[in-house]
């Protein structure tokens, strides 16, 4: 089964504003991890947050993480055009009982900033 | 550039052709991945390498070759494709396969099979 999901799947919001994603997700993790992918290229590491974290900051971008309720939320302060890309949350449960990896993807939000 | 580049950009094939999809990183990662991302679904592993040894094989069909000769270059052999094989191919390294730093991704090679 999926482990993130992102909500809402599409965003549209005007520039200046602040965009809000969220990603729920079901098994315990180590880490979570988002990422922005622009049209058909690669994805970009942006941010990691671990389980024994409660927010993390990164200039325009805020995480949170609540393990109880298995969510996430990435917002994106006073967002610009070249913010518009789509908005992936990754999920880190690797551990002892798995070979390594097990950095698994949401489907993603798309977000589009309007000038 | 990340740092992970992956060639062809872009590659249309015939289902009885053969093609080599190549990812090179040179940041000293140690691990490095394919990842298949089809429209409207998450992306899906496919391989797995850590210091050159396959550590997962996630159901692949065996017309997807992996090969990694060393630990900065992983190829996807391709073989009698099928057209729901037509998705974007991502290869992603880091520095070891527990996910404690993030990945870092190649552009991708868009592949269409016809």
């Known amino acids: 089964s999926q482990q993130g999901e992102e909500d809402p799947q599409a965003l549209s919001i005007q520039e200046g504003e602040n965009a809000t994603m969220n990603c729920s997700y079901k098994t315990s993790i180590n880490n979570l991890q988002w990422y922005r992918q622009n049209s058909g290229r690669g994805l970009v590491h942006l941010i990691l947050?671990?389980?024994?974290?409660r927010e993390k900051h990164s200039g325009r971008l805020r995480v949170t993480l609540d393990t109880s309720k298995k969510s996430s939320s990435l917002l994106i302060t006073a967002s610009r055009a070249a913010d518009t890309a789509s908005y992936f949350c990754a999920t880190d449960a690797s551990g002892r009982e798995t070979s390594g990896s097990r950095l698994t993807f949401g489907e993603g939000t798309q977000l589009t900033v309007n000038p | 550039e990340t740092g992970v580049t992956q060639t062809p950009r872009h590659l249309v094939m015939g289902m009885t052709n053969k093609k080599s999809l190549k990812c090179e990183q040179h940041l000293g990662h140690n691990a490095m991945y394919w990842y298949k991302q089809s429209a409207k679904k998450p992306l899906e592993l496919m391989f797995v390498?850590?210091?050159?040894?396959?550590?997962e094989n996630n159901s692949v069909p065996s017309r997807f070759s992996p090969e990694c000769p060393n630990s900065s270059h992983l190829f996807l052999h391709l073989h009698t494709l099928q057209p729901e094989d037509s998705a974007l191919y991502l290869c992603a390294s880091s520095i070891q396969t527990w996910a404690n730093y993030g990945y870092t991704f190649g552009s991708g090679t868009r592949l269409t099979v016809v």
């Open positions: 947050i671990r389980s024994n974290e």
């Open positions: 390498y850590n210091f050159k040894e396959q550590t």
